[in-house]
């Protein structure tokens, strides 16, 4: 059946969460994630800047560009480093480089390549089980003399997990009571491990988010440097289907009804014709559902069996797409359909969209060649935007 392939046997999940130093309006680590080869290869880099502020955040970030960039041209990562440290300023009084550097290089088949520079080591567990990968000590020499990498060859499975972190995670809480050393990795070991072995499911963003929040706990609410945590995770995956406009040809209603009632995964309808036309196919009604609409320009969302909800289609959708292009960890979401699609996206790894092509002379604007290419463009940007933002896998069929 459509939107079920072999390629779903798993998904490479990766996520992350930060938390500035006190006092800081930006912070000064960078975590970096691309997906390259259409979502075949993805690459991670976390890059701390040495110090804190903006200074730090410039130069992590030109950390991390730089690293994505030489990978998407296919650069061996030990030369990118070795270019990036050549091109980085240093402590005029310590002769160091100003951040230190992860890079992780992650095939859909699960092989993998890590090289770390300073950065505290990554965590690998295998379900709830910690390893300790090997890892090979490879020198280069740079302008600022001779510097050591760790670089590693492993291959990641279904539910395997990668955790990376900056030295504000492992050195949270030094100097307390509880903590005069600092959490250190091998209690972070601890934790991930123990919450994963009770929570077993969690996703690579919670986990992340459970780990930053830990590290501000042991600074006592107060961060005394910039937190990061960022978790690849290779799980089944989860599967959202958002289906909107009817299709060209009446003839093919019952097919996306079909599609629709036997997807395996979350559903969720945009447009009121193709709620109806949904409804009729499979004899079900479609409701209000009482909520107070708190987005006056969009309208409020409805009810069907099978579906989380359903929404009106191309103003919903539209407003998805720029509270996506605008997406900031952290921010508070609206409360909006859209922003409760968003919600749904974020919580899910492959999205298919099944778009029906006939024409909605509501929204038929002479100016425009076809009313279906406005839909159509709409679906595109957001294809666009997922596989751009969120990393998601999105597909598209045309009905």
Known sequence: MFFNDKNDDFFIEIAHSQQFKKGQIVGGDTFLSRSLRGGEHFVSVL??????????NVLSTLTASMAVNYLIHEKPLTDSLKSIMNTLPEDAGEKISYATCTIAEIDKSGETHIVEFENPDFILLRENIHIEPRKKVVKITTRQGERILLESHLMLFLGDRL???????????????????????TRLVEFVSD???????????????????????????????????????????????????????????????????????????????????????????????GRQQVKANLPSTAKMEGAEFVTEG????????????????????????????????????????????????????????????IRRNLIRRLKVLLEGVFLKKVRIRYI
């Not at 800047?49 to 200074?55: E, N, P, Q």
């Not at 998805?320 to 921010?331: M, P, S, T, V």
């Open 47 to 56: 890059s701390d800047g040495l110090g804190s502020g903006i200074r730090a």
């Open 195 to 289: 919450f994963v072995t009770k929570h077993p499911e969690v996703s690579a963003r919670d986990l992340s988010k459970i780990v930053m929040q830990k590290a501000l706990h042991n600074d006592l609410f107060e961060a005394r440097d910039d937190i990061t945590c960022g978790v690849v995770y290779l799980r089944a995956p989860r599967k959202l289907l958002i289906c909107t406009g009817p299709p060209f040809d009446p003839a093919n209603d019952p097919e996306m009804a079909s599609i629709f009632d036997k997807y395996p995964g979350k559903r969720v309808v945009c447009g009121g014709t193709t709620a109806q036309v949904l409804a009729r196919e499979l004899n079900r009604k479609v409701s209000g559902d």
């Open 163 to 185: 955790i990376f972190v900056s030295d504000g995670v492992t050195q949270s809480g030094l100097g307390t009571r509880a903590l005069p050393a600092g959490w250190e990795r």
């Open 314 to 373: 191309i103003l919903t959708l539209g407003h998805l797409a720029d509270l996506i292009q605008n997406y900031k960890e952290g921010d508070k979401p609206e409360e909006s359909p859209a922003a409760d699609i968003l919600k749904l996206i974020i919580e899910n790894d492959i999205i298919d969209i099944l778009m029906g092509t006939k024409i909605n002379e509501a929204h038929y604007d002479p100016s425009l060649p076809v009313e279906m290419e």
